[in-house]
């Protein structure tokens, strides 16, 4: 039974950081895709970043771009995402996600390419 689960939400100042993390279980890091997407009170949820094996660069939509960094460490099965400079329109419930096709090219993200959730962590942006 493959599980994510996320960690590191948390209430930050604008202009601060995060890093989230996603512990797998029961999933193999030989062939995938892993993202992070976010749902705001009232929004669509949004992918922020993913990444595949064998594919070069990851996707961050423009929003995001430069301040959002997607990493993953396989031996640790877990990966994570560097949030900086966080602003107003960051806060939301943050998701982790994986497949087991390689689905992310870097042109952009569904959520429907993502078999395997999180339950979310928050995060919070307030002075």
């Known amino acids: 039974q493959v599980q994510l689960v996320e960690s590191g939400g948390g209430l930050v100042q604008p202009g601060g950081s995060l890093r989230l993390s996603c512990a797998v279980s029961g999933f193999s890091f030989d062939r995938y895709a892993i993202g992070w997407f976010r749902q705001a009170p009232g929004k669509q949820r949004e992918g922020v970043s993913c990444?595949?094996?064998?594919?070069?660069?990851?996707y961050y939509p423009s929003s995001v771009k430069e301040r959002f960094t997607i990493s993953n460490d396989n031996a640790a099965h877990t990966f994570y995402l560097q949030i900086n400079d966080l602003r107003p329109e960051d806060p939301a419930v943050y998701y982790c996600?994986?497949?087991?096709?390689?689905?992310?090219?870097?042109?952009?993200?569904?959520?429907?390419?993502?078999?395997?959730w999180g339950q979310g962590t928050q995060v919070t942006v307030s002075s």
């Open positions: 990444m595949s094996s064998g594919i070069g660069a990851p």
């Open positions: 996600a994986a497949d087991s096709y390689p689905g992310c090219a870097g042109y952009g993200m569904s959520e429907y390419e993502f078999t395997y």
